[in-house]
């Protein structure tokens, strides 16, 4: 913290919280690394992007910053006093879209700006299919451009209240303030509704084969018949974001935090150690961390590592199937392991549940199934908490197709 005026000091389970005069609150979580703040100072994040390298951040009334290290040190570009609700990346393109002004692009990464159509209009949305990019404005629906936003046309879906936008496969998928869930198989020419009418579609991702829409009064929505029907989770969360990474779903929420689930949507759990702010109102998933933009209190960043328990580390093919050595064995409290999907999987997924690793006793009981899942072929990463075990001696076992192994490894408390 150098050259930082530190005000107070204080500490609140494992955490040291420092408060600058300028500069908002530094956290060291000690012993444990849970969510660290970024030196944004005290502003709202609202978007979050990344292109290459770059990690950008869209504030409130603060524009675009940029970071090139992962979000250690970030730097105001020349996109200034504007509120960032939306950004998104095509090629060497960064597009910002503004609560007053439009979409503006940048093809240096920040360095310059220009503004890019749409001047009078509020953007609350962006995303791309393809080499095109679409726009929803909170007054006049859904805007389309095909040639790096020089020139913008209105799709058939001019209702006043898009909120948010998200792309799949050949499909552009549109939220609404209180009409509902629309996609589109034709780059907006014709729409389809999904259902979810009267409510506020805030947020929409997808997973294997599920659409989720966050609402802000109803929580999360989840379909796997294309809005024939819905279930709900996080019920009465008002969901801000949602984000994805394999089976893993990620969902923030006003002054609830942030929640998870490893298992498409069936359990939740949050995951909020380390946040002193539970408005939550962007989400983004960067290299090997997890992004949060919050309500007043900056970025904050966590490695997936900690909360996702299955990492794909490499996606070249191995030549075999493999279980690893745990590391560090003997350990306290949590270890990790790497496993290896071989060729013969390399062109298809391995069905789901055909990869399973079981954590045993002695006794040969049942501790923790850590790994059943739909898997490519490539080289994994697994990560055991045992800080609820006793010390002593387990298993781990994988099985996938006709290969199985069993390691050992030791608790020591």
Same mark, same amino acid.
């Not at 979000?71 to 006093?81: A, C, H």
């Not at 209240?161 to 939220?175: D, L, M, P």
């Given at each position: 913290l150098n050259s930082k005026n530190i005000l107070s000091l204080t500490v609140f389970n494992n955490s040291i919280y420092a408060g600058t005069s300028r500069y908002g609150i530094y956290i060291?979580?000690?012993?444990?690394?849970?969510?660290?703040?970024?030196?944004?100072?005290?502003?709202s994040v609202y978007s979050i992007t990344s292109n290459g390298n770059n990690i950008f951040a869209g504030t409130y009334q603060n524009g675009v910053y940029n970071s090139s290290n992962d979000?250690?040190?970030?730097?105001?570009?020349?996109?200034?006093?504007h509120? #960032?609700?939306?950004?998104?990346?095509?090629?060497?393109?960064?597009?910002?879209?503004?609560?007053?002004?439009?979409? +503006?692009?940048s093809s240096n990464n920040g360095i310059n700006w220009i503004q890019s159509g749409m001047n009078d209009k509020p953007i609350y949305a962006l995303s791309i299919l393809g080499s095109e990019i679409f726009a929803g404005s909170w007054r006049s629906g859904i805007y389309r451009s095909t040639n790096n936003g020089m020139n913008w046309i209105q799709t058939s879906l001019n209702i006043p209240?898009? +909120?948010?936008?998200?792309?799949?496969?050949? /499909?552009?998928?549109?939220?609404t303030l209180d009409s509902g869930i629309y996609y589109s198989t034709n780059h907006g020419t014709n729409w389809i509704n999904l259902g979810l009418k009267n409510q506020y579609i805030t947020s929409i991702a997808f997973t294997e084969n599920k659409i989720l829409a966050g609402t802000f009064y109803n929580g999360?929505? #989840?379909?796997?018949?294309?809005?024939?029907?819905?279930?709900?989770?996080?019920?009465? /969360?008002?969901?801000?974001?949602?984000?994805?990474?394999?089976?893993?779903?990620?969902?923030?929420?006003?002054?609830?935090g942030i929640f998870l689930s490893t298992d498409n949507g069936i359990n939740w759990t949050d995951i909020n150690q380390g946040l002193i702010?539970?408005?939550v109102f962007s989400l983004f998933i960067n290299s090997n961390y997890v992004f949060a933009g919050m309500h007043n209190s900056s970025i904050w960043r966590r490695p997936l590592s900690e909360i996702v328990s299955v990492q794909?580390?490499?996606?070249?093919?191995?030549?075999k199937y493999s279980l690893g050595q745990n590391y560090p064995n003997p350990f306290n409290s949590s270890t990790k392991f790497k496993f290896e999907i071989g060729k013969a999987n390399a062109?298809?997924?391995? /069905?789901?549940?055909?990869? /399973? #690793?079981?954590? +045993?006793?002695?006794?040969?009981r049942e501790v923790q199934m850590l790994v059943n899942e739909r898997l490519n072929a490539g080289t994994y990463e697994v990560r055991f908490d045992g800080s609820g075990l006793t010390s002593g001696v387990y298993f781990y076992r994988m099985e996938a197709g006709n290969f199985t192994e069993t390691k050992r490894m030791l608790l020591v408390k």
């Open positions: 060291l979580n000690y012993p444990n690394d849970n969510w660290i703040q970024a030196p944004l100072k005290c502003q979000g250690i040190e970030w730097n105001q570009t020349s996109l200034t006093d509120t #960032i609700n939306s950004l998104t990346t095509l090629g060497n393109n960064v597009f910002a879209g503004t609560d007053l002004n439009g979409v +503006y692009r209240s898009v +909120y948010s936008i998200a792309t799949n496969e050949n /499909k552009v998928y549109a939220g999360l929505y #989840i379909t796997t018949n294309n809005g024939l029907s819905w279930t709900q989770a996080l019920t009465n /969360k008002p969901i801000l974001a949602l984000a994805t990474y394999g089976n893993n779903i990620f969902a923030s929420t006003n002054n609830y702010n539970l408005t794909n580390i490499n996606t070249e093919v191995p030549a062109n298809a997924f391995v /069905k789901l549940g055909d990869v /399973k #690793i079981t954590v +045993y006793d002695v006794m040969g």
